[in-house]
Structures are given as C-alpha cells and as structure tokens.
C-alpha cells in the first residue's frame, strides 16, 4: 500500500512539474509565451480584444451544424502570438466556435509564440510556424490541415473544409 501510495505522490507531482514548466509567463513587454488556456485570455490586458472579438464575431450557424458531426475524434494544436493582430482577431473567433459546435475545449493546446514564433521550452519545434496564428488539425494522431492567419472562404468553411478531409490550402501554401 505504501508502495502505490509513493507512485501516485510521485506520478502527480511530475505531472503538476511538466505542466508548470510549460504554462505560459509573461514576456517582458506582457505577451504570453507558453501553453495558455481559454481563461488565461480573459485576463487583462488580454481580455480587452479577446472579449470583443469573441462577442462581435457572428457565426454561420448552418456550418456550425455541419462542425458539431465532424469535429468529433479531432484534436489541435494551435499557436498564436498576443502581440499579433491577425492572432488577435482569429483566436477569440476560432474559440467561439468551437464552442457553437460543442467542441471539447481540452482537446486544444494553444501554444502562444514570440514574434520569432519560438518558445523557450521549444513548444514549436517541429511544427514549421512561420506565421500565426497557425491551428493544425488532427485525426488519429495525424495531420489533417491547418488553418494560417486567415480565412480562405470564412473561418467555420475553411475549419468545416479540413475536418471534412477534402482539399484544402490555406492562404499562403501553392
């Protein structure tokens, strides 16, 4: 019993390390660099665009629909920047919808980037960001798409586009 005890004080300790060390801290101009939540965005001085993005924003409900079947089974990585303007618009909308569709919040890692789109603990290595924001889309542990900076037809019909598997290129891919 002391045994199993020690495991399990010692498996939530490394866990509640892991996720500390990649949590997001406050550059020394204030963005975020770092894993973040939802939550961290309702922060000033975050909260400022990321709520007015978020509440402006009108969603194209019929594509909505179409989401809330294909969303199901994905997961994504995303990066952005809070000192990016794109990041700015695009972040507060993507969550929107995703939640319109009733998508599972905690199947995203959003990962935000300095203007180098780099972390310190390299939390973008591998992933080939060269603009933000970037929200790669995952199906089995395999990508499926992504979405860079902006849409191509609207956020939900390029989102709707890449979970659905067909053809698509964002904007700056030939």
Known sequence: MKNVFFLLA????????????FAATKSA?????GLVTKADFNQQPYATWFTKNFDTYTL?????KAL?????????????GTWCKDSRREVPRFYKVLEA???DLKN????????????????????????VPTFIFYKKGKEIGRYVEFPRASLEKDILTIVSGKPYKHSYEK
Do not use: C, W, Y
Not at 68 to 80: D, G, H, N
């Open 101 to 103: 569709a009733n998508f």
């Open 10 to 21: 010692f498996f939530l300790l490394t866990t509640s390390n892991a996720q500390q060390k």
């Open 68 to 80: 809330q079947k294909k969303l199901k089974r994905v997961t994504i990585k995303a990066f952005m």
């Open 60 to 64: 194209d409900t019929k594509t909505i």
């Open 108 to 131: 995203i890692e959003m990962i935000t980037v300095n203007r180098g789109k780099r972390t310190p603990d390299n939390l973008q290595e591998g992933f080939d960001i060269k603009r």
């Open 29 to 33: 101009s204030g963005h975020l660099i």
